[in-house]
């Protein structure tokens, strides 16, 4: 069969309009494998195939950054919807005893930084208690949503200080995801805790947005109050 008749004339013209292959073979069933082994030694489709590879880049760009564009704007939508959520709900529960003491540990020994996680790391259980009563009854989140992790002291017994917690915050050992050996550096006579400290966090950029939203919102209010 002579490649005229088998389309070789035809795939050339398209191809030197400047087709892909896959173009090509949409266009005239002529595999890709096989215009492949036409054109791939040809000076002139190395050319073609390079001002394709450009064209293509330069749309993938264009779409990469208008969806940065979309992701931001979602995101800022969603973050302010939060926020507004959050000043709606701080009249509602600024009068909850609850509701301030959890503000008021977590502006002193929460985590700050970073939007995905409420955390609070303390070696108070009765503190990291308050913390968790919090979570549990303001912000509405499952027990089996919370992970904790310790940091003990090397001189200290592992498992008695992770039963320990385990027991005081009647969490199970399974939601305790990592325990971390401290080497001490206290001096001699210096009095260290006999249980190291306890981390609690849950993962929610939502919870984290509000409870910083809370805070700020409880210091607006009472940073002008005269005593």
Not at 36 to 47: I, Y
Not at 48 to 71: G, H
Not at 76 to 82: A, G, L, M, S, V
Not at 175 to 186: A, G, P, Y
Request: aromatic share 12%; net charge positive; hydrophobic share 35%.
């Amino acid at each position: 069969m002579s490649r005229k008749r088998d389309g070789y004339d035809e795939a050339e013209r398209l191809r030197r309009a400047g087709k892909s292959y896959s173009e090509i073979e949409s266009e005239l069933g002529i595999s890709k494998s096989t215009l492949s082994g036409w054109f791939t030694n040809k000076s002139w489709s190395v050319s073609v195939k390079a001002s394709l590879n450009d064209k293509y880049s330069s749309k993938n760009r264009e779409r990469i950054i208008l969806m940065n564009k979309s992701r931001a704007l979602k995101k800022i939508e969603r973050d302010n919807k939060y926020l507004l959520e959050a000043d709606l709900e701080y009249k509602k529960m600024k009068h909850n005893p609850l509701f301030i003491a959890g503000l008021m540990i977590y502006w002193g020994e929460g985590e700050k930084y970073g939007t995905g996680r409420i955390a609070i790391i303390n070696t108070d259980a009765k503190m990291i208690k308050i913390m968790i009563n919090f979570i549990l009854s303001i912000f509405k989140i499952p027990k089996n949503k919370i992970r904790a992790g310790l940091f003990i002291y090397e001189d200290l017994d592992v498992i008695s200080v992770q039963n320990y917690w385990t027991k005081v915050l009647d969490l199970p050992s399974n939601q305790f995801i990592k325990t971390h050996i401290l080497f001490s550096k206290t001096r001699p006579g210096k009095k260290k805790s006999a249980y190291g400290m306890c981390n609690i966090y849950v993962c929610s950029t939502e919870l984290k947005l509000k409870i910083m939203r809370w805070i700020e919102l409880f210091t607006l209010e009472y940073s002008r109050k005269l005593v």
